[in-house]
Protein backbone atom coordinates (compact mmCIF):
# COMPACT_ATOMS: atom_id res chain seq x y z
CA UNK A 1 0.00 0.00 0.00
CA UNK A 2 1.52 3.10 -0.98
CA UNK A 3 1.40 5.68 2.05
CA UNK A 4 2.76 8.94 3.08
CA UNK A 5 2.95 9.85 6.80
CA UNK A 6 3.19 12.95 7.92
CA UNK A 7 4.34 13.22 11.88
CA UNK A 8 6.25 15.67 14.13
CA UNK A 9 4.21 18.63 14.35
CA UNK A 10 2.94 20.53 17.46
CA UNK A 11 2.31 23.31 19.47
CA UNK A 12 6.01 24.96 19.67
CA UNK A 13 6.87 28.92 21.43
CA UNK A 14 8.04 30.82 18.49
CA UNK A 15 11.70 31.33 18.49
CA UNK A 16 11.44 27.48 19.30
CA UNK A 17 12.17 24.39 17.19
CA UNK A 18 10.59 21.65 15.48
CA UNK A 19 11.29 18.15 13.38
CA UNK A 20 8.81 17.05 11.20
CA UNK A 21 8.89 13.62 9.58
CA UNK A 22 7.61 12.19 6.43
CA UNK A 23 7.39 8.53 5.98
CA UNK A 24 7.07 6.76 2.46
CA UNK A 25 6.06 3.29 2.11
CA UNK A 26 5.20 1.07 -0.98
CA UNK A 27 7.44 3.24 -2.81
CA UNK A 28 11.14 4.82 -2.70
CA UNK A 29 11.05 8.16 -1.63
CA UNK A 30 14.22 8.70 -3.80
CA UNK A 31 13.02 8.33 -6.73
CA UNK A 32 10.64 11.28 -6.87
CA UNK A 33 10.93 15.40 -6.15
CA UNK A 34 9.65 15.94 -2.48
CA UNK A 35 8.32 18.31 -0.85
CA UNK A 36 6.31 20.12 2.51
CA UNK A 37 3.58 22.42 1.88
CA UNK A 38 1.74 23.93 4.43
CA UNK A 39 -2.08 25.36 4.73
CA UNK A 40 -2.68 28.31 7.35
CA UNK A 41 -6.26 28.39 8.52
CA UNK A 42 -8.28 30.57 5.92
CA UNK A 43 -4.96 30.25 2.78
CA UNK A 44 -4.49 28.01 0.28
CA UNK A 45 -2.16 25.58 0.78
CA UNK A 46 1.53 27.02 -0.22
CA UNK A 47 4.93 24.98 -1.53
CA UNK A 48 7.26 25.64 2.08
CA UNK A 49 10.29 23.58 0.73
CA UNK A 50 11.38 20.86 -1.97
CA UNK A 51 13.71 18.87 -2.48
CA UNK A 52 14.98 16.57 -5.66
CA UNK A 53 15.00 12.80 -6.15
CA UNK A 54 18.97 13.79 -6.73
CA UNK A 55 18.76 16.19 -4.05
CA UNK A 56 20.73 18.62 -6.46
CA UNK A 57 17.82 21.14 -6.33
CA UNK A 58 16.55 22.56 -3.18
CA UNK A 59 13.19 24.93 -2.98
CA UNK A 60 12.63 27.16 0.09
CA UNK A 61 10.01 29.70 0.05
CA UNK A 62 11.15 32.97 0.77
CA UNK A 63 9.71 33.12 4.19
CA UNK A 64 11.43 29.99 5.44
CA UNK A 65 14.49 30.35 4.21
CA UNK A 66 17.28 30.42 6.67
CA UNK A 67 15.48 28.95 9.23
CA UNK A 68 14.11 25.46 7.74
CA UNK A 69 16.25 22.49 6.43
CA UNK A 70 14.87 19.81 4.12
CA UNK A 71 16.73 16.48 4.26
CA UNK A 72 16.06 12.64 2.87
CA UNK A 73 17.20 9.53 4.61
CA UNK A 74 17.04 6.56 2.03
CA UNK A 75 17.77 3.89 4.36
CA UNK A 76 14.47 5.19 6.03
CA UNK A 77 12.66 6.20 3.30
CA UNK A 78 12.10 8.97 4.88
CA UNK A 79 11.97 13.02 4.75
CA UNK A 80 12.18 15.75 7.29
CA UNK A 81 11.51 19.04 7.64
CA UNK A 82 14.04 20.71 10.55
CA UNK A 83 12.45 23.66 11.50
CA UNK A 84 14.31 26.66 14.03
CA UNK A 85 13.06 29.97 15.07
CA UNK A 86 9.57 29.47 14.21
CA UNK A 87 7.27 32.67 14.05
CA UNK A 88 3.15 32.59 14.41
CA UNK A 89 3.15 32.90 10.48
CA UNK A 90 4.69 29.26 10.46
CA UNK A 91 1.48 27.75 12.14
CA UNK A 92 -0.91 25.51 9.89
CA UNK A 93 -1.13 21.78 8.88
CA UNK A 94 1.90 20.64 7.04
CA UNK A 95 1.71 17.85 4.35
CA UNK A 96 4.65 15.96 2.11
CA UNK A 97 3.73 14.96 -1.38
CA UNK A 98 5.00 14.55 -4.58
CA UNK A 99 6.48 17.34 -6.30
CA UNK A 100 8.16 19.12 -9.37
CA UNK A 101 11.04 21.65 -8.94
CA UNK A 102 11.21 24.34 -12.05
CA UNK A 103 14.24 26.29 -12.83
CA UNK A 104 17.46 25.60 -10.61
CA UNK A 105 15.26 25.23 -7.40
CA UNK A 106 13.39 28.96 -7.58
CA UNK A 107 9.34 27.28 -7.62
CA UNK A 108 8.26 23.97 -6.81
CA UNK A 109 4.41 22.75 -6.85
CA UNK A 110 2.86 19.45 -5.84
CA UNK A 111 3.09 16.66 -8.53
CA UNK A 112 0.30 14.68 -6.87
CA UNK A 113 -1.16 12.60 -10.47
CA UNK A 114 2.42 11.97 -11.51
CA UNK A 115 3.70 10.45 -8.35
CA UNK A 116 2.41 6.91 -6.71
CA UNK A 117 0.55 8.63 -4.42
CA UNK A 118 -2.30 11.06 -5.81
CA UNK A 119 -4.10 12.57 -2.66
CA UNK A 120 -3.06 14.79 0.21
CA UNK A 121 -2.57 12.76 3.76
CA UNK A 122 -3.80 13.51 7.19
CA UNK A 123 -0.85 15.97 7.39
CA UNK A 124 0.72 17.04 10.78
CA UNK A 125 -0.74 20.41 12.58
CA UNK A 126 2.43 22.84 13.50
CA UNK A 127 1.05 25.78 16.38
CA UNK A 128 3.00 28.51 16.91
CA UNK A 129 1.98 30.40 19.95
CA UNK A 130 3.50 31.87 22.79
Known amino acids: QVQLVESGGGLVHPGGSLNLSCAASGFTLSDYAIGWFRQAPGKEREAVSCLSASTLLVYYSTSVRGRFTISRDDAKNTVYLQMKNVKPADTGIYYC???????????????????????WGQGTPVTVSS
Open 97 to 119: ATSDIYGWGERCVPALSSGPKND
